[in-house]
């Protein structure tokens, strides 16, 4: 099965918390303080797998977590630092924040490889909040929290060519003879459901460039008609199209027609896709017998194309570096098929890809570490959070008179209490931070 999209969600692994700890040495009864530091989180790493060429591994799967750094311990060892996590996708895959849209990733190389997102830093250990003042730290930081994202993957395929047209036309016929690729082949409507791709070899050097075939489209497929434009992404990274039309009208249709309804529909999935250079494919010569209809192609064309390289600088500049030209084929017997992929080659390089600019996570709000709020819980009982408070709190040994006498210090320092007073705090009322809880005490 093809899967191009999907959602998934991330999680960067959290830091382990210090550790409290004191060295024990013989006839020493509390040696200095030795806590290691916590270890860092696991990041989120994604790269290319190369053996990947669709999401489908992701359509049950959604979410992925790095691992959790280690707490430090003693002997001021740190702890270890959470494994993280690589994702392989397909090379062409886009990683977009779900939340803002924002473009993070293009793994559009074979080497493509990057850090989204790092793990939380492992708290510092007792070891380094020993002072003059205080020479038995009993507290140590806590590690910081992972990150959590939504992103949305989106799979555009890496070819330098793509093949557009109505369905039945014979764009896979073309495939079929001039690459490898075994597309199927016939004569009903949308034969080819998901993209195909093959290489065609016709450099000087032994050198070539990808095609690729997509399903047909049919007018109306910005509204969802046939396959709708589901498929167009997968030619956006062209650098040329090979417009392939059925010459003959077969179906009763006429093949100019054809060629401007193909580029309406172009242009309503994306500008950009509307000014890709064009390379003109009348397929089906056989069955224009007289080859009257190639010949009113071929006027109504150029016209087209005078008027369109005076309105449209792209079109006239495409057209300078070789686009725009017309070549009259046979896909099924491969009459002529030879000559135009040998021409497609030759200026195939004259035309850039599209560029996805990746933006990144948006700038995180700065946190003021020492804000904190103080709202009464259902119970009565105020309750005080804030990052560094919460911080402060987690690292606290409540029963250890010293540690608790440490953490009211740092709580008068912040103004919690006259916080709390001002909001009409009692002797006896409870504080809350997080898991400590205490009875408040003028
Ligand atoms: N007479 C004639 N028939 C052709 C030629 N090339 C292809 N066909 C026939 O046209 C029909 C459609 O060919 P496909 O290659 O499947 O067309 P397609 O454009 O890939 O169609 P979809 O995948 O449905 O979009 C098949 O029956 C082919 O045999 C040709 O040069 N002459
Ligand atoms: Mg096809």
Redesign the pocket.
Known sequence: MFIDRTKITVSSGRGGDGCVSFRREKYVSAGGPDGGDGGNGGDIIFEVDPRASTLMEFRYRHKFAAGDGAKGSGYKKTGKSGSDLVIGLPQGTLIYDDASGRLLADLKDPDSRIVLLKGGKGGQGNQHFATATRQVPNFARAGEEGRTLELRLELKMIADVGLV?F????????LSVTTAAK??????????ITPNLGVVYNGEDGSGFVLA?I??LIEGAAEGAGLGHEFLRHVERTRLLLH?IDV?GSEGRDPFDDFLTINKELREFDQKLASRPQIIVL?????DVDGSKTAGFKKKFEKWLDEASENDPAVRENREKGAYVIFE?????AEGTEKLMKYTGSIVNNFEPEVFEVEGLPEEPEIDDDAYEIHIDTDGAYSVTGRRIRNLALSINMTDQESFGYFQMQLRKKGVFDRLRAMGIKDGDTVRIYECEFDFMD
Request: negative net charge; charged residues 20%.
């Open positions: 047209g369905p039945s036309v014979g764009k896979s016929t073309l597309p199927e082949i016939a004569e009903y409507h949308f034969t080819t075939d399903p047909g392939v003959s397929n089906k010569t056989d069955m084929i046979m896909a099924a017997i």
